[in-house]
């Protein structure tokens, strides 16, 4: 008799899935992130801005990370691509999933400022949670000095990243509270600066919305992360703590054990039919005459010992 056994699929989900996810997440951060420092208010709400934006990380990582691994960055996305941890095609629908939930989530705030009627002009209101420098910067830290905090802080993001996400770290269960931590710390840092958000994505999303000025000077605000991105990816690669792109599509979805129970299922495929026909009824016989044969050998014995 043949058995057919159904071996699950080791794909993760499908890059439609993953994008979506990449966007929702990108989305929720933004909404966060924006949102606190346009109506923060000290006074009725004491969190700092930069806390809610790790504690947003976080959560999104926890919800949608399994889906596609909680980028919600395009520096990530780039340290990644770089490490050789992700294909080219599914980095390229990453950023472009990334970009449009960031402007998702800056058009509902804008929509929401629109309507409040004591702010007569939403741009000037997003301009305070915008990425500037020089004259628009709140200690008017000027390009080169902004340049170099981005590609710094976005090289320890993405350090962190690929570092508590690996393979062959044990604490990787605990990779959204390290990375959010990590946010939190260096917003602390960029808000001071310069506004500075680590995340091309967020700061694009916030200078669309705002003034002139702010899409004059995007272009450092991708440029600086993706170096430091770039940076720590080649440091992680050079390490030797990338993985093949085939097998890192799956490791953050999956986990590791699922190619384990496919290997188990092919190794019992594997065994010829005849030999289990003949090899697992062998023995039943062969047991049943034993014991048949102590029995009649037992009741000889008695009655010739009765005999005698």
Request: a negative charge.
């Amino acid at each position: 008799m043949t058995t057919t056994v159904s071996v699950p699929s080791s794909r993760g989900p499908r890059l439609l899935a993953r994008a979506s996810a990449e966007a929702v997440g990108t989305l929720f951060l933004v909404v966060i992130g924006l949102g606190v420092l346009v109506f923060i208010n000290p006074q009725a709400v004491p969190m700092p801005g930069s806390l809610a934006s790790g504690l947003a990380v976080t959560a999104a990582m926890l919800a949608f990370g399994y889906v596609s691994g909680g980028h919600f960055n395009p520096a990530i996305t780039v340290g990644h691509l770089v490490a050789g941890r992700m294909k080219l095609v599914d980095g390229a629908a990453y950023l472009g999933a990334q970009i449009v939930g960031g402007l998702l989530g800056a058009l509902a705030l804008f929509a929401v400022v629109k309507t409040v009627p004591n702010i007569p002009d939403s741009r000037a209101v997003f301009e305070t949670s915008t990425s500037g420098f020089g004259a628009h910067s709140p200690f008017q830290v000027p390009v080169t000095g902004v340049m170099l905090i981005e590609v710094l802080g976005a090289a320890l993001l993405v350090g962190v990243f690929l570092g508590v996400t690996a393979r062959r770290n044990p604490s990787k269960p605990a990779a959204p509270f390290a990375v959010g931590l990590t946010v939190a710390v260096l917003l602390q840092l960029g808000q001071s600066t310069g506004n500075l958000a680590f995340n091309p994505a967020r700061a694009t999303a916030s200078a669309v919305f705002s003034s002139s000025w702010a899409v004059e000077q995007l272009w450092l605000f991708w440029a600086a992360p993706l170096v430091g991105a770039a940076i720590a990816g080649l440091i992680f690669r050079g390490f030797g703590g990338s993985a093949p792109a085939a097998v890192a599509e799956v490791e953050e979805p999956l986990p590791a054990d699922g190619w384990d129970e496919e290997s188990d299922d092919d190794a019992d495929a594997a065994v010829p039919e005849s030999e289990a026909e003949v090899s697992t009824p062998a023995p039943a016989p062969a047991a049943a005459a034993t014991e048949e044969k102590s029995d009649a050998d037992q009741a000889r014995d008695f009655f010739d010992g009765k005999r005698g």
